[in-house]
């Protein structure tokens, strides 16, 4: 029986109504601070049995094509039960009401009620009464938010009512942070690849590290470059090049386990945290993985393109203790890695920082150097050993460092091709080569062809044709008089591609050398169809061509094959009197090397032609 006056019922709704309003606010100030939705859904459940006394409190929710029920959070119900699958939406059950009528249900006593099939979970639980309220407007979820007493007749509509309130809050805040995450994708995750982005992949590794302090274990990190990229955007166009990103993304996701993280931190720059490592050694199966992942062909637009990776390796927290550190490691290990690569991997060594400076200073000064006219061509002559003359000079590039000196290609050819500057230094050498065959050639010496070395960049470059035919035209230089060497490697690596192009280059006229070979592995199928005038022999065979045997008969052979082909032959690097007689009796047709002469300075150059300098033969 109620027994309290109509005064103190007003007084008791008040105070309710100000309790509700209360946890209303609290409930509204914790889902702007915090964090995970997860604690939200719990909050709200707390929060509303807090409030209306009750027993128990539990969300329930069921995607469209779900059958059943689960319990996402609860009050009052066993340990374990969150997650599981409470009971079928189409059970007769309050739930079901409120799902299909959109409107809340008051029950105030289950013992009582026929509306609904008894249950036998909150028979057990000895509940009574009951309010159970819609969770409408979540992309995808629709749920049910209830509470319970073990008294009869505990809710009323006011109950209903903050109910709905609770669910406003919990449906807005979702909304936000939907809201938020979309916001905040792009600044945290790359669009093309969908990969975390660097910042994401500095916060995560900071993370790991911490977590791998406090549990004394190692955190990898491993930068992957794509070797050669450039080229194939340039040579497949960017859309492309995008295409073939997106298909690395995907493989490297596969080398790795699904608690670290890979992101791409660049233009063609990929990295890893590999969390929690007993030893760092581990990083090196990750780095072969990826190694061979990459080492299958990708297909764009029905081609097959060959890409690798150089991968650099540090550890924390045997490397370095601090995020940037790591990386600074980790981007040196890989720096050396493409030194010595393509596809391999280099743990972090102190001495690589200097290098990495070192090489980071020289690209600086290599880009403006081209503008500050530092680069020079050098000359050297190939003579002939039929009779000891002049046949032609090859240009070989030298960087005039204004503190360093005269610096020969090695030291910065590879930098050129990496960061692009090979194109225009590559059109400067042309353009120079050409102009000193116009000069020779107007002061009326003799004229020889002088060769140039392409680069694979260049090469690939789409524009090439172009190019040359423009510097011809300008010149006006006889074009049989321009020579371009290209590596055996170059030519293999894509052999089909190579024929084309050195079939578009000798519509122009010129003539095309195959440098350095022997030292990759031809096919002779395809060294058939290159279209070539001269085979230039390795220096590594020559050198020891007097005394090793295998040297010997390989030089022969080599000798014998560019014969039959319709070739020139220059053994390259002659630098003994042995090895050139050796050349002689085996029928080679040229040498280049400092037994005859080193690579010339401009005056030098033409002071052997003037002089008419022959190699004497005997
Ligand atoms: P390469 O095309 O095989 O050039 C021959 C290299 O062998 C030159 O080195 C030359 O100085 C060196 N050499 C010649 N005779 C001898 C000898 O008797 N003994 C020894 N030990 N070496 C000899 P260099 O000038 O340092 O050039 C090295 C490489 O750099 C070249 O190899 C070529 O691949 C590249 N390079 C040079 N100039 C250019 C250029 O203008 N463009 C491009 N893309 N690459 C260039
Ligand atoms: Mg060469
Ligand atoms: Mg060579």
Known sequence: MDNTTGHEKGALTNRQHARQQEAIAALEQQALDDEAVDTLWDAVVGTASRTLEASHGKILLTSPHDHALTLKA????????????????????????????????????????????????LR???????????????????????????????????????????????????????ADEKLSYPSRFDALTGLPNRRLFIDRLGQAMALAKHRQAKVGVVFADLDHFRIVNDAMGRGNGDKLLVQVAQRLQQCVRSGDTVARVGGDEFAFILSGMAQAKDATLVAEKVIAALSVPCELEGEEIYISASLGISVYPSDCTDVDGLLRNADAAMFQAKENGPAIYRFYLPQMNERAVARLKLETQLRGALA???????????????????????????????????????????????????????????????????RWKSQ?????????????????????????????????????????????????????????????????????????????????????????????????????????????????????????????????????????????????????????????????????LMENHRLALH
């Open 444 to 608: 009326g010496l003799m004229p020889h062809p002088i060769s140039v070395n392409l680069s694979a960049r260049q090469f690939q470059q789409r524009n090439l044709g172009f190019v040359i035919e423009r510097t011809l035209r300008a010149t006006g230089i006889d074009p049989a008089l321009l020579e371009f060497e290209l590596t055996e490697s170059m030519l293999m690596k894509e052999a089909e591609a190579a024929i084309h192009a050195l079939q578009v280059l000798k519509t122009f006229g010129v003539r095309v050398s195959i440098d350095d070979f022997g030292k990759g592995y031809s096919s002779l199928a395809y060294l058939k169809r290159f279209p070539l005038d001269v085979l230039k022999i390795d220096r590594a065979f020559i050198r020891d061509v007097a005394f090793d045997p295998d040297d010997a008969t390989i030089t022969v052979a080599m000798i014998k094959l560019a014969h039959s082909l319709g070739l020139k032959v220059v053994a390259e690097g002659v630098e003994t009197r042995d090895q050139l007689d050796f050349l002689i009796e085996n029928g080679c047709d040229e040498m280049q090397g400092y037994y005859f002469s080193r690579p010339l300075p401009l005056e030098g150059a033409s002071r052997a």
């Open 124 to 178: 057990i639980h000895g509940i009574r009464s009951g309010v159970s309220v819609p969770i409408l407007g979540i992309d995808g979820l629709t749920g049910v938010l209830s509470v319970f007493s073990r008294d009869a007749g505990s809710f009323n509509s006011a109950a209903a009512r903050f109910l709905q309130t609770l669910v406003k809050v919990l449906v807005a805040t979702i909304h936000r942070r939907q």
């Open 372 to 438: 500050r006219d530092e680069f020079v061509l050098y000359y050297q002559p190939r003579a002939s050993l039929a009779n000891g003359s002049i046949t032609g000079f090859e240009a070989l590039l030298r960087w005039q460092h204004p503190a360093l000196g005269l610096m020969p290609p090695l030291q910065f050819i590879s930098i050129l091709e990496d960061t692009g500057l090979i194109v225009s230094v590559g059109e400067w050498i042309v353009l120079a080569a050409c102009k000193q065959i116009m």
């Open 74 to 121: 609860g009050v009052g119900w066993q340990d374990g039960w969150i997650g599981r699958h409470i009971c079928g939406v189409g059970e007769n059950t309050q739930n079901r009401h409120v799902l299909m009528s959109h409107e809340p249900v008051i029950v105030a006593d289950f013992l009582m009620d026929t509306r609904f099939a008894p249950s036998e979970l």
